[in-house]
T-cell receptor, first 114, second 117 residues
Framework: NAGVTQTPKFQVLKTGQSMTLQCAQD?????MYWYRQDPGMGLRLIYY???????DKGEVPNGYNVSRLNKREFSLRLESAAPSQTSVYFC?????????????FGAGTRLSVL | AQKITQTQPGMFVQEKEAVTLDCTYD???????LFWYKQPSSGEMIFLIY??????QNATEGRYSLNFQKARKSANLVISASQLGDSAMYFC??????????????FGTGTRLKVLA
């Protein structure tokens, strides 16, 4: 019963380095999301994907790219990391139909950019 | 524009007492959903309760209930009989109308609850 799995759990980068955060869900959900969580600011939407092959910008997309590789996987890439991208990153998925449309979250990736 | 406001950065409650966490929202969508999530110190986001904008009755899930006052645009979380394990950050969130084939959510800034023994 894995749900939403994020890797890695922790990462330290130097300014200018690149990396990809991985997210996979096994609930057959259509929609997937990437958020960042900063102290005092709640969760802010970076990118989302309604279905395989589609992606859209959220509230804070600058400095990030995403790929919806297939229905299960949605990755977030930092091409040239900056200290302002130090944050906790959450991936979430949602079934995309039905009444409630509850989002289910991964455990998060804690990223530090030095 | 949609907005979620949580005005209580921190709250204390005595064990076994009830506590209300405030949430107000703003939206022009006629159809929306309101959610509460719990984030313990371990960091994961745990879904607690959902209220739909057309639901006539307030949602309840065990010790959690959502006091939904549509005219006031408030969706307060009530935790009854608080337990030490309820100490966590609590987020209110809103799902708006469909966009690009799915829904977007916005989150409040959270309320940190500390349950005292």
């Amino acid at each position: 019963n894995a749900g939403v799995t994020q890797t890695p759990k922790f990462q330290v980068l130097k300014t200018g380095q690149s990396m990809t955060l991985q997210c996979a869900q096994d609930m057959n959900h259509n929609s997937m999301y990437w958020y960042r969580q900063d102290p005092g600011m709640g969760l802010r939407l970076i990118y989302y994907s309604a279905s395989e092959g589609t992606t859209d910008k959220g509230e804070v997309p600058n400095g990030y790219n995403v790929s919806r590789l297939n229905k299960r996987e949605f990755s977030l890439r930092l091409e040239s990391a900056a200290p302002s991208q130090t944050s906790v990153y959450f991936c979430a998925s949602m079934v995309g139909r039905g009444r409630e449309n509850i989002q289910y979250f991964g455990a998060g990736t804690r990223l530090s950019v030095l | 524009a949609q907005k979620i406001t949580q005005t209580q950065p921190g709250m204390f409650v005595q064990e076994k007492e009830a506590v209300t966490l405030d949430c107000t929202y703003d939206t022009s969508d006629p159809s929306y959903g309101l959610f509460w999530y719990k984030q313990p110190s371990s960091g994961e986001m745990i879904f607690l309760i959902y209220q739909g904008s057309y639901d006539q009755q307030n949602a309840t899930e065990g010790r959690y209930s959502l006091n939904f006052q549509k005219a006031r645009k408030s969706a307060n979380l009530v935790i009854s009989a608080s337990q030490l394990g309820d100490s966590a950050m609590y987020f209110c969130a809103m799902r708006g109308g469909s966009t690009s084939g799915t829904y977007k959510y916005i989150f409040g800034t959270g309320t940190r609850l500390k349950v005292l023994a």
